[in-house]
């Protein structure tokens, strides 16, 4: 398929999603931008979450609209003119709306603006704030209410808004209107066209932003010939800036068949700045906003998109078709834009305007052509202009060149100048751009303007460049290095500048490895400082320390920096890791004995090192005079003893946390031990008890203050913890300890609060202790109740004015118990009445009045009662006691009943009873419903019925009335005569002299509810119909007919016709309940209420009416009679209500004529359903025709077309839909077609241009021709499938032909032809077909593909042919099995080889002989994958093709396994490893084993002694003594020779002698015994030849051997052999080297000269003075490696360095220390690690 400027693709369906059809168009559902799509469906919202995988939400909100913002998840709901908003993350509402008018178009403007369109104006609506929506200006009168508003855009300044529509034109045109409004100017400008959009450009030569309006322009009323415009035009621009842009109209190349075409939207692509227009028809258009040129044009799409976005990030851009739900997005395809512009628009300079604008691939030529122009014409400017917009095409060392090569002339700037000045505008430098320009900059003298390109990132860092600033400014040299990641050189640049403590961060970020102990070793001498960040950083380093730590701090402390040292290891160690416990040890004793014991006590502060030696340090602490540091790292109570001996000298804070870390008996140790030690510890030790009392136990506390007879101690210890303790021991003991001091008030004070004490114990003690106060005494009793024993103790111990400030001051409630204590000891009865007054009313009465009532005292309280009253007191006991004593004495009882208000009539009522019953009715009446049963109680056992049923009236009290009209459970069948007797009271004396109205309402209830509905419609008829005030209360004539409908229905009717004053809808709605089913009753309510003469409101009258004859159809169902009802009312309601019957009963006829009387279409829905249902087309016409006068519904209109359809009245059909109407034609076009009502569904398909759908039915109607032009018309592949498969099956080959073409184009619907075929045996035309299908332009791989299977089942010569030709457009895979399955092995290999499966090759050529060819085979068996194939192939040539076997051999030998190969060989027989040697002597290279032995062994058997010594002399990976052994035996002296060899290789030494001495190979022998250097087997050997009497060769051995033989046993040879001649040169050699290395070892232990020893003895001081001699700063003595040398331990030149790095410092300060000053145990000094 020939590349074009745009990708286009399907993103999902909607459909496919479950969004229904009906909510794909314009205004339900809305896409503002690539994160969501939100549908309106009725019962529902649908929001497809695009950014989450089309993840779709459903919410149950029923809204007439709803959009998304862009940005945020804020959803914006509309329904009337009611209008939300809603942020759906935290589901909170945000604002809510109630609009005057409509709204007809909404939009988002921006995330924080909702645009919102009403027929006149257009408001603004912030999301922030909780204003309402702003009226931003009126809509102009050419874009009035007649227009349908499709789009409204706000420029991104927001001063410039944009709102579009369309309107109906002359001759069926779409007018398109639009109007510019600006905010500032208030003013409006209209224009003519249907789609616009803002923009923002940036232009060539301006700073500021361009913001243009794009917009297509067609004027209203013009021929369609005329070609619509394109107009850019720049808006809101400053006059002074400079004058606005603007482009000359351009015209939009609208196609032929598109004329009555119009866009429906345009989207800019901002990242790109072009611009999309999308048509009605499905067109697509691209512009290129900066010239306005049409850039491309294509139909995308055969229905309309109504709804469409940018994706900024992209610029793509999405678009929903109608109904369908196809949701496609639209992109450049930058990699072809400018080879189409060239080779299709053939428009160059708009080539290079993209390309360079956008940094497109394809104008490289056109670049190149046109900067040559430039530069021959000497057009510099323009030439770097051109140079800078071509992006990297042009930006080459050779450019930079031919502008140095041009001269300057006088008065400008050099070229080369201009040409970077031109870049440095456009953007940023290359490498090598920025490294010419800065050469002539820095050799001027100018580094600020390079400070400034690289602070504005216009130059590209590289090392080249670094270098070159470096020599001016470091600085901005280290900031190139950096960008350019020269690790090496910044760090250099790091040490420069002194920013030791950014090398390690760095070259760690980086990930740089350097030798860091180097430059700390030089640092150390130049910048102690300096070195120490160095070391604090390496340390530091992410993923451990770059440096020993221990080695580090050890090289410091050389340089006796002691501070450095500190610090160093401070950082070091702030892991606080175990490993470095000596290390943490170290630090502190080096401060601590140094002189520096602060530091060291900081350290420690701090708490930053925990795994040091503690016990060590706490020594260290003490001899410093450290106690608290001592005392913190002690742990043995008896050193703790001994540091606290100066704890006068500790903070007390201190002395008392310490304790917190002792167990209880090491703490309960040291407080006794401080306690003995005198006074001036208690007030610490009492802090200490206040504070661990819970840990150490309080009563081992109190035993060790008692124990040192510390009372006062004890007193304040308690003292501390009493108020938080729950001990009772400890609260006794501090009361106690307090009575001891005399502080009674604190003794008071816990007797009066505390809870925790036990008061039996307490009160034992206090009352024993008979203390002078008895005030704890008085709280303990009053607290617990021991008021008894209290009066007891104050009155017998003559206490009484305790008594008498007890119960006034201390517990007044507690008066009635010590006044009964009194009574029952005998006090005098005027101290009680004294005592009583003085308490007064702060005295319980109840229970006072019950102690004297039980003891007969009551009449005592009398003058104290009174008193009370006399003072106002209304409480209930006070007036009760008064009253019994009143009713007890006779003073005029009834008045004091009758008139006190605060007795209780609980109290005296039952008082009352055994002596008067009309005394405690009076009692009882007066509780006021409280004593209702004791009242009605009293009336029944003494007949007090008249005053009952006057209370009762009189009472209102409907609970009160079912307590005496109601009957028991069991009881309810017996007559009660004392009911019997109160409602004969009731009835005729109590309610007839009864006048008030709620009075009687409340006794005619209690009837009701009591069920006496005898009794009460006598009680009512009496009332009513007899005459009296009520007669006329409607409430009254309701509960009569009520009480009739449910005690006696037959006087319902009768009531009915003499009551006119009563609910007629309420008692007709009761009497049509299911309890009474009274309908005629209801029906003459109805009836007689719908008169005139009872209603005079007309609308009241027709809904009476209604209600009549609902009772006739819905309780009755008489259906006849209601009719006729119907018929005498003559009224539309009545007549729709018996439609709505009529339908309910299954008459749709009867119904559809009702419905046209009432002329009500609301029941449209059911109407349908029923009509369908019955078949009644022909009698529901007339009915939908009603309908449609009033309303305009889209089932209307459908089923009238259904209608019609049915009834094959296809004239008014066609009428009915070429005019308007809002039918669903799709749906019911689908409906007729699936009924087989093809004709009408061809007339509807053909009004909606559904072609797809037509076609299908011109298939039905054997249309076959007509069938394919609609095919072309719809141009779907499902369509041309059904048209191509229908022409096939009616034998149509050329028509299925044609639509097949169109099918295979798409790769999906390939097979399901193939099938369809191929069932029908169709197999030359299928492979016509497939042939045909090779010439499509936009042939894809499948075609090919298929084809080639085809070939494989029907043409089989055909087949390599096709493979080899078409092999790039194959599906190789699928072709391979196919061609398996036909056997056909050659096309197979040919296949895999070119797709570069080899293995697969490989195995089919070695699985089928026939598609073997050798050089095809080793091709590809060299690039086979899997290993194990290559061992397969040899196996596969050593069977069939052995001859071949080496030449295989020579491909694999770089990929194979040697050792497997030999082995492999071995297995398949001897003859394949002879065939194998020419391979392995090619191999033995490599020195493997296995084929080392295998070529020995070849090597044997061929009896080539030669090769074989070759062999081993290069080869030795073998197993030699196995090959020796195998040798020693050979019948071939030379092979014996090789065994004595291979034993010599292997030091083997006397079997190699041996093989040797039996072959008299004396030679070999000698050899062997030098080789070994081995005494005792050279003197073996020597014997030998003694015994043997080869003189010549016991002669040779000692010449050999020399080195090795001990001149004794040669001496002693000699003399016993009698071989002195042949000795005497030996020991004519052994004299000589005596004497030599006697002379040598004179020089060496020569004594040194004085000089040296000077010299020494300097070094030593030195060395001393660095902090390793005796001195006070020295770690440890004897150091390791410390030689005479530079001050420090650093060896002078010439001595040994330390093993542990070029120049490592020394360890031995950081090592244990050595037994016996560094002597090690056997007496020996410690080895120099200098010399080692």
Not at 92 to 110: A, G, N, R
Not at 220 to 229: D, S, T, V, W, Y
Not at 883 to 897: E, V
């Amino acid at each position: 398929m020939a590349q074009v400027p745009i990708v286009f693709n399907e993103a999902l369906n909607l459909q496919q999603l479950g969004v229904p059809e009906t909510s794909i168009k314009h205004g339900l559902t809305t896409m503002e931008s690539d994160k969501w799509i939100v549908c309106v469906e009725p019962t529902q919202v649908t929001m497809i979450d695009l950014a989450n995988g089309a993840q779709v939400t459903r919410r149950p909100i029923q809204a007439e609209a709803a959009i998304m913002n862009p940005v945020s998840n804020i959803l914006a709901l509309r329904s009337g003119t009611t209008v939300q908003m809603f942020n759906l993350d935290t589901k909170q509402k945000l604002k809510s709306h109630q609009m005057t008018e409509p709204i007809v178009f909404w939009k988002w403007t921006s995330p924080a603006n909702l645009g919102m369109v009403t027929a006149t104006s257009v408001y603004h609506w912030s999301t922030t704030g909780a204003g309402a929506p702003e009226k931003s200006f009126d809509r102009h009168q050419s874009i009035g209410p007649s227009t349908q508003i499709i789009n409204y855009k706000v420029s991104a300044d927001g001063k410039w808004c944009l709102l579009g529509g369309i309107s109906a034109g002359a001759g069926g045109a779409v007018n398109g209107n639009m109007q510019l409004y600006s905010i500032e100017k208030k003013v409006s400008q209209p224009l003519q066209g249907h789609a616009a959009s803002f923009a923002t450009l940036n232009l060539p030569g301006r700073d500021d932003p361009a913001q243009v309006l794009v917009f297509h322009e067609k004027k209203n009323g013009a021929p369609p010939e005329e070609q619509p415009k394109l107009f850019v035009m720049e808006v809101g621009r400053d006059p002074s800036k400079g004058p606005a842009f603007r482009l000359a109209p351009t015209s939009i190349p609208v196609p032929p068949d598109a004329a009555a075409d119009f866009p429906v939207s345009l989207v800019v692509d901002q990242k790109d700045q072009l611009a999309f227009l999308l048509t009605k028809m499905g067109y697509v258009y691209m512009f290129d906003i900066h010239t306005g040129k049409t850039v491309y044009r294509a139909k995308i799409t055969q229905d309309t998109v109504f709804v469409t976005c940018s994706q900024v990030a992209t610029g793509a851009v999405y678009g929903i078709t109608v109904r369908k739900g196809q949701v496609f997005r639209i992109q450049l395809n930058g990699q072809a834009l400018v080879p189409y512009i060239t080779s299709t628009l053939r428009d160059n300079d708009l080539a290079i305007k993209l390309a360079g604008r956008l940094g497109l691939p394809g104008a490289e030529n056109l670049y190149a052509a046109e900067f040559e122009r430039l530069m021959s014409t000497g057009n510099v400017a323009e030439a770097a202009r051109l140079v800078a917009s071509s992006g990297t095409a042009l930006r080459t060392p050779a450019t930079i060149q031919r502008f140095q090569q041009i001269p300057a002339q006088p008065g400008s700037p050099q070229p080369v100048f201009q040409y970077f000045s031109t870049l440095l505008e456009t953007g940023r430098l290359n490498e090598q751009e920025s490294i010419e320009l800065a050469k002539p900059v820095l050799q001027q003298g100018r580094p600020q303007l390079m400070e400034n390109w690289l602070k504005d990132d216009k130059l590209q860092c590289s090392e080249a460049l670094g270098d070159l600033i470096m020599p001016h400014d470091v600085g901005m040299a280290l900031s190139v290095y950096l960008r350019a990641e020269c690790h090496a050189k910044a760090i250099q640049c790091f040490v420069q500048r002194g920013e030791y403590d950014k090398i390690v961060p760095y070259s760690t970020s980086v990930g740089f490895k350097m030798d860091y102990s180097q430059m700390l070793q030089q640092l150390m001498f130049n910048n102690p400082q300096g070195a120490l960040d160095l070391a604090k950083g390496l340390v530091n380093a992410d993923g451990g320390p770059l440096i020993d730590i221990q080695a580090t701090a050890e090289a410091f402390l050389s340089q006796n920096r002691v501070q450095e040292t500190t610090a160093f290891l401070l950082e070091a160690l702030k892991d606080n890791k175990p490993e470095h416990a000596y290390l943490q040890t170290k630090l502190l004793e080096i401060n601590l004995i140094g002189g520096a014991p602060q530091v060291a006590d900081a350290i420690m502060q701090q708490g930053i090192l925990t795994h040091y030696d503690r016990p060590h340090v706490g020594k260290l602490c003490e001899r410093a005079g450290m106690w608290q540091r001592a005392a913190e790292h002690y742990t043995e109570i008896n050193d703790i003893k001994r540091v606290f001996k100066n704890s006068h000298q500790m903070n007390p804070e201190f002395v008392v946390s310490y304790f917190g870390k002792l167990n209880r008996e090491q703490s309960i140790s040291l407080l006794k031990d401080m306690m003995s030690r005198g006074p001036q510890n208690m007030q610490v030790c009492v802090e200490i008890a206040k504070k661990y009392h819970e840990e150490l136990g309080s009563e081992q506390l109190i035993g060790v203050f008692e124990s040192a007879k510390a009372t006062e101690g004890l007193y304040y210890y308690l003292g501390g913890i009493v108020n938080v303790s729950e001990d009772p021991f400890v609260h006794f003991k501090y009361i106690q300890a307090s009575c001891q001091l005399g502080q009674f008030k604190e003794a008071e004070r816990v007797c009066r609060d505390s809870n925790i004490y036990v008061p039996e114990e307490v009160k034992e003690y206090l009352k024993n202790a008979k203390l002078p106060d008895p005030r704890p005494l008085i709280h303990v009793c009053d607290r617990f109740d021991y008021v008894d024993e209290l009066t007891e103790y104050l009155y017998l111990n003559s206490l009484l004015q305790y008594i008498e400030v007890y119960v006034t001051k201390v517990s007044p409630g507690k008066t009635p118990q010590v006044v009964g204590r009194l009574f029952d000891l005998g006090a005098n009865e005027d101290f009680i009445k004294r005592l009583l007054m003085a308490v007064g009313t702060a005295c319980p009465v109840d229970e006072l009045v019950e102690i004297a009532e039980t003891r007969n005292r009551l009449r005592l309280l009398q003058p104290w009662l009174e008193a009370r009253v006399a003072t106002g007191s209304t409480e209930p006991g006070t007036h009760n006691a008064l009253g019994k004593i009143y009713i007890t004495l006779n003073r005029d009882p009834k008045a004091f009943l009758l008139n006190n208000m605060f007795y209780d009539p609980k109290v005296l009522g039952p008082y009352c009873e055994a002596l008067d019953p009309q005394l405690a009715f009076i009692a009882y009446k007066k509780g006021a419903g409280e004593c209702d049963d004791e009242l009605i109680a009293i009336c029944h056992t003494h007949g007090l019925y008249r005053d009952l049923a006057k209370y009762l009236v009189e009472r209102q009290d409907l609970e009160l009335w079912a307590k005496v009209l109601n009957k028991e459970e069991g009881e309810e069948e017996k007559e009660d005569p004392q009911r019997r007797q109160l409602i004969d009271q009731i009835v005729d004396w109590a309610l007839p002299e009864s006048t008030n109205a709620d009075e009687v309402s409340c006794t005619v209830k209690a009837f009701m509810a009591a069920d006496l509905p005898g009794e009460l419609i006598s009680l009512l008829e009496r009332i009513i119909l007899q005459g009296s005030d009520f007669s006329d209360n409607k409430n009254l004539q309701n509960l009569l007919i009520l009480t009739a409908i449910r005690a006696d229905t037959t006087r319902v009717a009768g009531y009915i016709d003499q009551l006119d004053n009563f609910d007629a809808k309420d008692i007709a709605l009761i009497c049509v309940s299911e309890n009474h089913m009274l309908y005629e009753e209801a029906y003459t309510i109805y009836v007689k209420f719908s008169r005139p003469e009872f209603t005079e409101d007309k609308e009241e009258q027709v809904e009476m009416q209604v209600l009549a004859i609902g009772v006739l159809v819905d309780f009755m169902k008489d259906l006849d009679r209601a009719k006729t009802y119907a018929i005498q009312c003559d009224e539309k309601p009545v007549w729709s209500r018996l439609g709505k019957a009529q339908l309910e009963e299954g008459f749709p006829a009867d119904a559809i004529e009702s419905y046209i009387n009432a002329e009500d279409p609301g029941e449209y829905v059911l109407v349908c359903d029923a009509a369908n249902e019955a078949e009644i087309w022909a009698e529901l016409i007339p009915y939908l025709k009603m309908a449609r006068k009033t309303l305009q519904e889209n089932l209307l209109d459908t089923e009238l077309i259904y209608a019609y359809a049915k009834t094959n009245n296809l004239t008014e059909l066609e009428k009915f839909v070429s005019g308007p109407n809002v039918a669903n034609i799709q749906n019911i076009g689908d409906k007729c077609f699936s009924e087989g009502l093809y004709q009408a569904a061809k007339i509807l398909y053909i009004n909606i241009n559904n072609n797809s759908k037509l076609a299908l039915c011109h298939i039905h109607l054997e249309e076959y021709r007509e069938a394919v032009a609609a095919a072309q018309k719809a141009n779907n592949v499902s369509t041309w499938k059904a048209v191509c498969f229908a022409c096939l099956r009616a034998e149509e080959f050329r028509l299925a032909a044609t639509c097949g073409l169109e099918v295979i184009k798409y790769p999906d619907h390939v097979d399901e032809v193939v099938t369809f075929y191929s069932d029908l045996g169709y197999f030359e035309q299928l492979i016509s077909l497939f042939e045909q299908g090779l010439g499509l332009e936009d042939a894809h791989i499948g075609i090919f593909t298929e084809l080639g299977i085809l070939y494989t089942k029907h043409v089989p010569e055909k087949v390599m042919e096709h493979c080899k030709v078409f092999f790039s457009k194959l599906n190789v895979s699928k072709m391979v099995r196919a061609c398996e399955r036909a056997r056909l092995y050659s096309p197979a290999v040919y296949l895999y080889m070119h797709d570069k499966q080899y293995d697969s090759a490989v195995k089919v050529m070695m699985d089928h002989a026939s598609a073997w060819e050798n050089d095809l085979f080793l091709d590809s068996i060299s690039k086979v994958r899997n290993a194990e194939i290559m061992y397969k192939a040899i196996g596969f040539y050593l069977s069939t093709h052995p001859m071949l076997f080496t030449r295989l051999m020579e491909v694999l030998e770089e990929y194979v396994d040697h050792s497997r190969v030999v082995t492999q060989l071995r297995r398949t027989g001897d003859s394949a490893l002879w065939l194998g040697q020419t391979y392995m002597k090619s191999v033995q290279k490599l020195n493997l084993s296995a084929v080392n032995e295998a070529l020995n062994e070849l090597y044997v058997e061929d009896e080539d002694y030669e090769s074989l010594r070759k062999s081993i002399d290069g080869y030795n990976n073998f197993n030699m003594i196995a090959l020796a052994s195998k040798l020693a035996t050979h019948e071939l002296l030379e092979f014996r020779r090789i065994s004595a060899y291979v034993y010599r290789c292997n030091k083997k030494w006397s079997q190699s002698i041996e093989l040797s001495k039996n072959d008299r190979m004396w030679k070999d022998c000698i050899d062997t015994a030098n080789e070994s250097a081995d005494g005792e087997i050279i003197e073996k050997l020597l014997r030998f030849f003694c015994e043997t009497s080869e003189k010549e060769c016991f002669s040779a051995a000692l010449y050999t051997c020399f080195s090795h033989i001990s001149p004794d046993v040669a001496l002693e040879l000699g003399w016993v052999n009698g071989y002195h001649n042949f000795i005497m040169p030996f020991f004519i050699q052994t004299f000589r080297r005596t004497q030599t290395r006697l002379k040598e070892l004179e020089i060496r232990t020569a004594p040194p000269k004085e000089e040296e020893t000077a010299q020494g003895t300097i070094a030593q001081t030195y060395g001393n003075l660095g902090g390793f001699g005796s001195g006070v700063l020295m770690l440890e003595n004897g150091g390791m490696g410390m030689g005479p040398g530079i001050p420090g331990g650093i060896p002078g030149p010439g001595m040994g360095m330390p093993q542990m790095g070029m120049g490592g410092p020394d360890m031995s300060g950081f090592a244990p220390p050595m037994p016996n000053g560094g002597i090690l145990p056997n007496g020996m000094p410690p080895p120099q690690m200098g010399g080692m």
